[in-house]
């Protein structure tokens, strides 16, 4: 399975950014999928994920719950991260993730594959 997660880029204070994750090399709709986040000198922390279905099964981050939006679209292999209001403490290398349970998780160790990230920056 390869992830490849684009979108990132430099935005000030209360804009938004749409990231997407593509997977190839297999069966998009067999798994769950995540994002995460990881800031410099801290730890990769959990942001949202999605059931396999793309139904109405989604998990936030309180840090981001009412500002994010996980999506998908099997049909195209693509997963999305809507982020709107953005604040500086959002400035991190963003990752997506697959997991072969089909429902979402918190926590990075259940996730099987991993993309290389992108990079958002937002100025104060």
């Known amino acids: 399975v390869q992830l490849q997660a684009s979108g990132g880029g430099l935005v000030q204070a209360g804009g938004s950014l749409r990231l997407s994750c593509t997977a190839s090399g297999t069966t998009f709709s067999s798994y769950a999928m995540g994002w995460f986040r990881q800031a410099p000198g801290k730890e990769r922390e959990f942001v949202a994920a999605?059931?396999?279905?793309?139904?109405?099964?989604?998990l936030y981050a309180d840090s981001v719950e009412g500002r994010f939006t996980i999506s998908r679209v099997n049909a195209k292999n693509t997963l999305y991260l809507q982020m709107n209001s953005l604040k500086p403490e959002d400035t991190a290398v963003y990752y997506c993730?697959?997991?072969?349970?089909?429902?979402?998780?918190?926590?990075?160790?259940?996730?099987?594959?991993w993309g290389h990230g992108t990079q958002v920056t937002v100025s104060s």
């Open positions: 993730a697959a997991t072969t349970r089909s429902t979402p998780r918190r926590r990075a160790y259940e996730y099987d594959y």
């Open positions: 999605i059931e396999w279905s793309g139904g109405t099964y989604t």
